[in-house]
T-cell receptor, first 113, second 116 residues
Framework: EDQVTQSPEALRLQEGESSSLNCSYT??????LFWYRQDPGKGPEFLFT???AGEEKEKERLKATLTKKESFLHITAPKPEDSATYLCAVQASNSNSGYALNFGKGTSLLVTP | DTEVTQTPKHLVMGMTNKKSLKCEQH?????MYWYKQKAKKPPELMFVYSYEKLSINESVPSRFSPECPNSSLLNLHLHALQPEDSALYLC???????????????FGDGTRLSIL
């Protein structure tokens, strides 16, 4: 059965204190791994797609990496506006629900000034 | 600003009411989705439409009835809902499902539904 596990559940950082969020996954055939940011009362905002081990994507202070078993979302010198819940999702190539995103439970990030 | 628009933003209804949620996208996407999200939980897939045809129904109760009038619009008709159906209902779209690589889904900001 496909599984997506995110850690930690919650993370509190000082402004400028870099850290990483983890997404471990078990899937029979990865079609894609996706990172989203969700602010309270809003829908998930798409950040990155990763398709194969070794791939990296960057956007401002965020960098996503992928191995065969996990993905990391690195946050460099975070600012308070980076506070949000970060969701990881995988799409499996052999799923009956081929389009479905299997989400992790998310990491709630709080960045304090 | 999100490119997937959902209306209304908030909805309060009684258990005997009938209402509809609406979703619109103009990105030319051919797959559209309904998700349900409870507080502090990830989104759960309800329905998938591919090329305006229902392709996936994740064992959703019949009091939820989806409709896809055209490639840009998606509705969710609600009838005789229960208090446990109170949640954030999210619509999403993606380029299409018949691709070998996964396509990201783009979400609207949802409709916050409260059942009295």
């Amino acid at each position: 059965e496909d599984q997506v596990t995110q850690s930690p559940e919650a993370l509190r950082l000082q402004e400028g204190e870099s850290s990483s969020l983890n997404c471990s996954y078990t899937v029979s055939g990865l079609r894609g791994l996706f990172w989203y940011r969700q602010d309270p009362g809003k829908g998930p905002e798409f950040l990155f797609t990763l398709y194969s081990a070794g791939e990296e994507k960057e956007k401002e202070r965020l960098k996503a990496t992928l191995t065969k078993k996990e993905s990391f979302l690195h946050i460099t010198a975070p600012k308070p506006e980076d506070s949000a819940t970060y969701l990881c999702a995988v799409q499996a190539s052999n799923s009956n629900s081929g389009y479905a995103l299997n989400f992790g439970k998310g990491t709630s990030l709080l960045v304090t000034p | 600003d999100t490119e997937v628009t959902q209306t209304p933003k908030h909805l309060v209804m009684g258990m005997t009411n009938k209402k509809s949620l609406k979703c619109e996208q103009h990105m030319g996407h051919r797959a559209m989705y309904w998700y349900k999200q409870k507080a502090k939980k990830p989104p759960e897939l309800m329905f998938v439409y591919s090329y305006e045809k229902l392709s996936i129904n994740e064992s959703v109760p019949s009091r939820f009835s989806p409709e896809c009038p055209n490639s840009s619009l998606l509705n969710l008709h609600l009838h005789a809902l229960q208090p446990e159906d109170s949640a954030l209902y999210l619509c999403a779209s993606s380029q299409g499902a018949d691709t070998t690589t996964g396509q990201p889904q783009h979400f609207g900001d949802g409709t916050r539904l409260s059942i009295l």
